[in-house]
């Protein structure tokens, strides 16, 4: 597979609520190529274990150049999809985020709606769909359909009340769907109500994060969800088991 449009389209073609694609998040040419030696079809890349990786820290420590020096070495070992978490957006314009990512033979990115150039804020909801809309814009302007995955932080943070918190992050959600999102993340490990609610109202696939070692597919299949990725916890469950074959020789 090498025609990067034919790869966004299996990237989004691979969204199905109730069976859901499976992204390892990886960080490097070797976590990719064991993922993928794994059977696994597409993948995504991981802000948090990309900055770990290079001793950088999480929330926009690389800059945006950096980051796609580590997806050209990706997309260079391995021929399947490759979505890219570009955290709030690195400070860049959305023209050059799609630019740069398609160049480097991404297909697909996460955009969060926080923004850690500016003390961490959380974008407000429109402001947030006017930069997903801008995203798709620039990503229309090429040949190929960048699988846009528009997350919110407003669980991560707990942003403002509990009591209206899963009805915000939905109508926040939704209008990024309005604007051009193609999968939709609201970040956060929820109770099965909660993430019934979620896949059941917003509007569009969902994505979930799932723990590898103690989440499985068949739950979050259940409950209507559309992907599953992992964030940092791949990266530091093996991490974990490193630990403990060090520690024997210690």
């Known amino acids: 597979m090498t025609n990067l449009s034919d790869k966004a389209t299996t990237l989004l073609q691979l969204h199905r609520p109730g069976d859901p694609v499976i992204l390892p998040t990886v960080w490097d040419a070797w976590s990719a190529n064991l993922a993928v030696d794994a059977g696994f079809t597409a993948l995504t890349v991981g802000s948090h274990p990309i900055s770990d990786s290079i001793g950088k820290p999480d929330n926009e420590g690389l800059t945006f ?66 930069f997903v809309g801008a995203l798709r814009a620039a990503s229309d302007a090429t040949d190929v359909h960048v699988v846009i995955n528009a997350r919110t932080d407003l669980f991560i943070k707990q942003v403002g009340d509990e009591a209206d918190r899963v ?12 604007a051009g999102a ?61 630990t403990e074959l060090l520690h024997r020789w210690n």
């Open 167 to 178: 009805q915000r992050a939905i109508e926040r959600l939704n209008l990024a769907a309005q």
């Open 65 to 130: 150049d950096e980051v796609l020096t580590r997806i050209r070495q990706i997309t260079a070992a391995v021929d399947v999809p490759i979505s890219v978490d570009i955290e709030g957006g690195y400070g860049e314009d959305p023209k050059r985020l799609i630019e740069g990512l398609v160049d480097a033979g991404a297909v697909g990115l996460n955009i969060e709606d926080t923004v850690h150039s500016e003390g961490g804020r959380l974008r407000e909801a429109q402001e947030h769909a006017d």
């Open 182 to 242: 193609d999968v939709l993340y609201p970040v956060g490990f929820h109770s099965d109500d909660v993430q019934k609610r979620l896949t059941s109202e917003l509007t569009l696939p969902v994505n979930a994060i799932g723990h590898p070692a103690k989440n499985d597919k068949q739950s979050l299949a259940a409950l209507g969800v559309a992907r599953v990725s992992f964030g940092p916890l791949l990266q530091a469950t093996l991490a974990e088991r490193a």
